[in-house]
T-cell receptor, first 113, second 117 residues
Framework: TQLLEQSPQFLSIQEGENLTVYCNSSSVFSSLQWYRQEPGEGPVLLVTVVTGGEVKKLKRLTFQFGDARKDSSLHITAAQPGDTGLYLCAALRLKTSYDKVIFGPGTSLSVIP | GAVVSQHPSWVICKSGTSVKIECRSLDFQATTMFWYRQFPKQSLMLMATSNEGSKATYEQGVEKDKFLINHASLTLSTLTVTSAHPEDSSFYIC?????????????FGPGTRLTVL
């Protein structure tokens, strides 16, 4: 079973539309991270959320950490073709101190001009 | 910011041969590095944790005799895929955690595309 679930798995939208990607788990995390990965490249960290209920904004991207620290969402406003990529949520392993990042299955986003 | 490099960026080999992939931290020391494998249109799956000066820790289901990991220095970890087969074809990515206190950041390499014929 997956430690992290993401939905939707695939998303294809028109330029200018808004979208939300969800990351869910039955486990509580000390923090969650969101990455974006383009084909043939390594993932790039977008944000780390630590506090339950926390909201962080990165230009047109808004990240929220659930109050219970079990889930997170990524909202993109007015999507652009440059937003196309694989969005991955990730969590730190629970049983050990920080040293491992476990990824969710990812959401593949395609923004059509 | 911290940079992690990988070499080669892509490699094609014949079935049965061994392939070595290098992961280097360019401007910081990494006592720990991680190796991931990613199949097309899938997420990154953690394979193993590479520990400088000691044996690597492998995730469940990963054959340690097939994926040899060596972390001989504080800036270099290598992954050797032994007796490679077509099903080993994948995108291999390494990462290293930040050494700054209270910073939960992993620096990822650009990945190595392995194709086994």
């Amino acid at each position: 079973t997956q430690l992290l679930e993401q939905s939707p798995q695939f998303l294809s939208i028109q330029e200018g539309e808004n979208l939300t990607v969800y990351c869910n788990s039955s486990s509580v995390f000390s923090s969650l991270q969101w990455y974006r990965q383009e084909p043939g490249e390594g993932p790039v960290l977008l944000v780390t959320v630590v506090t339950g209920g926390e909201v962080k904004k990165l230009k047109r991207l808004t990240f929220q950490f659930g109050d219970a620290r079990k889930d997170s969402s990524l909202h993109i406003t007015a999507a652009q073709p440059g937003d196309t990529g694989l969005y991955l949520c990730a969590a730190l392993r629970l049983k050990t101190s920080y040293d491992k990042v476990i990824f969710g299955p990812g959401t593949s986003l395609s923004v059509i001009p | 910011g911290a940079v992690v490099s990988q070499h080669p960026s892509w490699v094609i080999c014949k079935s049965g041969t061994s392939v070595k992939i290098e992961c280097r931290s360019l401007d910081f020391q990494a006592t720990t590095m991680f190796w991931y494998r990613q199949f097309p249109k899938q997420s990154l799956m953690l394979m193993a944790t590479s520990n400088e000066g000691s044996k690597a820790t492998y995730e469940q289901g990963v054959e340690k005799d097939k994926f040899l990991i060596n972390h001989a220095s504080l800036t270099l970890s290598t992954l050797t895929v032994t007796s490679a087969h077509p099903e080993d074809s994948s995108f291999y990515i390494c990462s290293a955690p930040s050494t700054l206190p209270n910073v939960d950041t992993q620096y990822f390499g650009p990945g190595t595309r392995l194709t086994v014929l």
